[in-house]
């Protein structure tokens, strides 16, 4: 093996995809309930998406950001048109995403507040990355472990606690960067309360807001964005995963007012918008939107949390099941990784969220007959002790 060891892999090697549903090289079928952690929305072999990404290798795949790309105009407007923002710029990753806003964000802290040392307050338990800026960002000991020193500028108060936010602003603190539902971290939607009050500090202090839409955005929750269903418009959001459905890509959109802050020569990249993957972006956006899917997500969203909790509340394994759209986190008495080892067995692509939740993040085009199975072979894993002994057992 040529490979850096630094992923636990599976030992099911996938070949082909149809929608929900994928092949392993032996021929056998999984429903695929992690969407390759939140990116294939659209479900794997899309023909819309397959037909434009031909289309354009045959005609055109890399010029850089030296000239023009006018699909990234089309792409940035649809965008904006969605989210209310007014400015985007792509890149190629999550990662890369919140790097720019938190480039963004102290630029803009210096020029506007004459501030000399920018901070930026995240939250505990957050994912925001594996660059060096993000992992700092992040609120996760775990992703920092060893990679010291690391970027200075950064604190991290306890999430849902306002009073910590107020705590930790001073006259540095240029920007506030949070998920409406930490994804990595557990699977836990913001209340409504505590995003209300963050705006508000934020707009009382001139501090920026920003959103890591990389895990919730593009409809998994039901909306565009995430923040929409609090009422709330951030300064900036940070997208990626479900934008390309598989082809990498990352975005960040910005008020029109911050759109001066970057300005020539400022921020860059070689591959960023890159007409392949802004065709695929374009296809996503039109697709979502002909298909009035973030109705359906909404509706498939709410049937399966219900499901879930019939099928499963009773059950001793079972803590807490909650969630947003088809964004589901079930929180176990018990570690989650045989549980995922025995589901894919079972049949089904399922992905952890920490040591004790199940994540399920099912395409937004998954059928009621799909999210039914699933729900069947969850409980079958969850709830029966037998299975999960031989698993533990069997290492
Ligand atoms: C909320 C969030 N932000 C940022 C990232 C980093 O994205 P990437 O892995 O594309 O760099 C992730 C990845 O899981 C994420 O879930």
Not at 155 to 172: L, R
């Amino acid at each position: 093996m040529s490979l850096f060891p630094n992923y636990i892999k599976y030992d099911v090697s996938f070949v082909k995809g149809e929608g929900a549903v994928l092949w392993d090289e032996a021929g056998k079928t999984y429903l695929d309930f992690g969407s390759g952690i939140g990116v294939t929305n659209l479900g794997h072999h899309h023909p819309a998406l397959t037909h434009a990404l031909i289309q354009q290798i045959h005609q055109l795949w890399h010029v850089s950001n030296l000239f023009p790309i006018s699909l990234q105009e089309e792409v940035a407007s649809l965008l904006c048109r969605h989210s209310g923002l007014g400015a985007a710029f792509f890149c190629n990753s999550g990662a890369e995403a919140n790097e720019a806003a938190i480039k963004l964000a102290r630029k803009w802290a210096k020029e506007e507040k004459k501030v000399l040392e920018p901070e930026i307050i995240t939250f505990e338990g957050s994912f925001h990355g594996r660059t060096l800026a993000t992992l700092t960002a992040t609120g996760q000991e775990k992703v920092k472990t060893g990679f010291g020193p690391l970027p200075a500028g950064f604190i991290t108060v306890p999430f849902e606690n306002i009073d910590a936010v107020k705590q930790a602003t001073n006259p540095q603190t240029a920007a506030i960067l949070l998920e409406m539902v930490k994804g990595e971290g557990g699977v836990y939607p913001a209340s409504y309360s505590f995003v209300q009050e963050l705006a508000n500090w934020c707009e009382k202090n001139n501090i920026l807001l920003i959103v890591d839409e990389v895990q919730t955005g593009i409809g998994r929750t039901g909306e565009w964005f995430s923040f929409q269903h609090y009422g709330i418009w951030p300064d900036v959001i940070t997208l990626a995963k479900g934008l390309g459905n598989g082809f990498p890509i990352g975005a960040m959109l910005a008020k029109e007012a911050l759109k001066p802050v970057f300005r020539p020569g400022t921020h860059g990249t070689t591959f960023g918008g890159n007409p392949l993957a802004m065709t695929v972006a374009k296809t996503v956006l039109t697709e979502i939107e002909n298909n009035n899917l973030l109705h359906d997500v909404k509706e498939k969203g709410r049937y399966f949390l219900e499901s879930l909790k019939e099928e499963l509340s009773d059950s001793e394994a079972v803590i807490a099941i909650r969630g947003l759209g088809l964004m589901i986190g079930i929180q176990l008495s018990k570690p989650v990784a045989p549980i995922i080892k025995q589901l894919l067995k079972q049949g089904i692509v399922t992905l952890p969220a920490g040591e004790n939740v199940l994540r399920l993040l099912p395409p937004l085009v998954v059928t009621y007959e799909q999210l039914n199975q699933a729900v069947h072979l969850i409980k079958e894993a969850v709830c029966e002790p037998t299975q999960l002994t031989i698993i533990q057992n069997g290492g």
